[in-house]
C-alpha cells in the first residue's frame, strides 16, 4: 500500500513514511504535513482521490490502536520504538533490494538501477501524461521550484512515442519517393 501510493503521488519516502493519522482528514480528502515533517519546511497538503483515497481510508478504518502513524511495517509492535526517519514503517532497504532481486530489475544509483525515489519520476510523468498542469504536479508532489519539477517529469512518453511513430511513417514514405542510393563496389 505504502509504494502504491508513492508511486501515485510522488511524496518523499521520509514524509510519506512519517505520516500521522492525525494529518488526515478524511471529511476534507486530504493529507496536510506539518512543516517540521516537510523537506522545505513549509505546510504541504496533499488532496486524496482515486486509488489514494481509497487506501488511506481503508488504513484509518482499522488502525493499530497503539500506533499513531499511518503506514505500519513488520515490527509495528507495542512497546516497539518507531524509526525517526521512517516511522514504524522502518527501513525497508532490504525489502527493497529482495524485490527489485526477485523482478529481476537492476537496484542502486550507481548501477543504474531502481532506487525508491524514482516513484517521484513515475508519479511526475504519470500525472502529466494524465493531463494535469505543472503548477498541480508541483502541489502534489511537493516541488517548490518549477526546475525541480522538471528533472523529475519525464514527460509524456505515449504522446513522444505517436509523434516519433508519425514522424518515422513520414520519413519512409518520403524516402520512397527518392531514387534509392547505388551501392559502391568495394
Known sequence: MFFRVAVAVGIRKGQLARTLRRFVDLDQEAITWPPSECKARTAHTLPLAGETLAIVTDLMRRPPLHCPYLFHGPDCQPGQAPSKRYGCLGDFKKSWRTALRKAGLPQGRSTGGFVFHNTRN???????????DEGDIMQVGGWKTAHVFRHYDLGDVHALRQRLTTAQAKVTALSGTRKQPVALES
Open 122 to 132: 513515475t508519479a511526475a510523468t504519470d500525472l502529466r501524461a494524465g493531463g494535469m
